[in-house]
């Protein structure tokens, strides 16, 4: 059984070759957020990223741009419609080892930072020290860099219910660039830390972000992001 297909805007392109689709989900009674698809294409193949069930209008637009070859899981709590995909078009399921939330489909690829990314210039960046897979991706003749949950830039709360904007402003999220709070905390092991990830994370090349809530920040995403890691982490770089 698939789940719904819930509000979303139209398919909107990004960049050549990039588009991505602001949508919504429904996590519980009065509790809606919002939620995105990024969409990639090379020739005539697409690449689906934080997979967002369409609607059928939307589906069609979707079959216009090209013809689906992968579904790509990013983090493991967004899987919830990757199989409709999977069977939809019956594509490749591109994921990294070690799925928990949902344990389907079953990977075809594995995604590791060894792994070539999905489309042409493209790189995978990998949250080693997370105990939850959670990847990123690089697009990088764009600068831009796809996240899920570990990097979210909220420019406004469109697609949020009343309750889930005070749940979320409880939770420590805020206007701007934020690392994911809930997701820190569920991923970070025991005594240990993402830091090092993080660090990592702010020497790829990138100025724009697009994660899986939230919106599209286009440009000084990095420095945001370095703000963000300074702030949670509490350091100072070294110049
Ligand atoms: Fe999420």
Redesign the pocket.
Same mark, same amino acid.
């Given at each position: 059984m698939y789940s719904s297909a819930y509000p979303h805007d139209p398919i909107e392109q990004l960049f050549p070759d990039v588009f991505w689709v602001h949508g919504s989900i429904r996590v519980g009674p009065g509790m809606r957020l919002n939620?995105n698809m990024i969409i990639l294409r090379e020739g005539k193949e697409l690449t689906l990223i934080n997979p967002v069930r369409l609607q059928e209008e939307a589906l069609r637009e979707l079959d216009a741009l090209g013809q689906v070859a992968r579904v790509v899981r990013l %983090?493991d709590? *967004?899987g919830l419609d990757d199989q409709y995909y999977v069977d939809r078009y019956q594509c490749l399921f591109w994921a990294q080892a070690g799925q928990s939330t949902y344990s389907s489909p079953e990977i075809d690829v594995l995604v590791d930072e060894a792994s070539p990314g999905p489309v042409r210039d493209s790189l995978f960046f990998v949250y080693r020290n997370a105990i939850y897979p959670e990847a990123a991706l690089l697009m990088k003749k764009h600068r831009l860099l796809i996240t899920?949950?570990s990097l979210q830039y909220h420019r406004d709360w469109r697609y949020f219910s009343g309750f889930t904007r005070v749940v979320f402003k409880l939770l420590g999220f805020h206007r701007g660039m934020n690392i %994911?709070g809930p997701?820190l905390k569920r991923v970070t092991p025991k005594g240990g830390s993402l830091q090092h990830d993080f660090e990592r994370l702010i020497q790829l090349d990138f100025d724009a972000l697009v994660g899986? *809530?939230g919106q599209v920040l286009r440009m000084g995403a990095k420095a945001a992001v370095r703000a963000e890691v300074r702030h949670l982490y509490g350091y100072e770089e070294e110049a």
């Amino acid at each position: 059984m698939y789940s719904s297909a819930y509000p979303h805007d139209p398919i909107e392109q990004l960049f050549p070759d990039v588009f991505w689709v602001h949508g919504s989900i429904r996590v519980g009674p009065g509790m809606r957020l919002n939620r995105n698809m990024i969409i990639l294409r090379e020739g005539k193949e697409l690449t689906l990223i934080n997979p967002v069930r369409l609607q059928e209008e939307a589906l069609r637009e979707l079959d216009a741009l090209g013809q689906v070859a992968r579904v790509v899981r990013l %983090g493991d709590f *967004h899987g919830l419609d990757d199989q409709y995909y999977v069977d939809r078009y019956q594509c490749l399921f591109w994921a990294q080892a070690g799925q928990s939330t949902y344990s389907s489909p079953e990977i075809d690829v594995l995604v590791d930072e060894a792994s070539p990314g999905p489309v042409r210039d493209s790189l995978f960046f990998v949250y080693r020290n997370a105990i939850y897979p959670e990847a990123a991706l690089l697009m990088k003749k764009h600068r831009l860099l796809i996240t899920t949950d570990s990097l979210q830039y909220h420019r406004d709360w469109r697609y949020f219910s009343g309750f889930t904007r005070v749940v979320f402003k409880l939770l420590g999220f805020h206007r701007g660039m934020n690392i %994911g709070g809930p997701w820190l905390k569920r991923v970070t092991p025991k005594g240990g830390s993402l830091q090092h990830d993080f660090e990592r994370l702010i020497q790829l090349d990138f100025d724009a972000l697009v994660g899986a *809530h939230g919106q599209v920040l286009r440009m000084g995403a990095k420095a945001a992001v370095r703000a963000e890691v300074r702030h949670l982490y509490g350091y100072e770089e070294e110049a």
